[in-house]
């Protein structure tokens, strides 16, 4: 009994990126503007970061995880 075969590419992800310390009056709606206003040497456009959720340690530390695009990644990361 021979059925046929479907194949599928993996889809290529954004990178993820963790920034710690986030102000607790900071939101997921409102962090891309948060970063863009204080990174403007970097000319970040919006909609290159994505806020995915956020969350807090066992410390009471507020971190948040956001997806980027790559050469958004190398700019964050260079600063």
């Known amino acids: 009994m021979r ?4 194949v599928t590419l993996p889809q290529l992800r954004k990178p993820r990126m963790v920034i710690n310390n ?10 891309e503007e948060t970063i863009i206003a204080q990174y403007r040497e970097l000319d970040l456009e919006p909609g290159e970061i994505y806020a995915r959720f956020i969350y807090t340690t066992k ?5 948040t995880v956001i997806e980027v695009v790559p050469e958004t990644r ?6």
């Open 59 to 63: 410390t009471g530390q507020v971190n």
């Open 22 to 31: 986030v102000p607790k009056v900071t939101t997921v709606g409102n962090l």
């Open 74 to 79: 190398r700019k964050l990361l260079q600063n």
């Open 3 to 6: 059925g046929e075969l479907e």
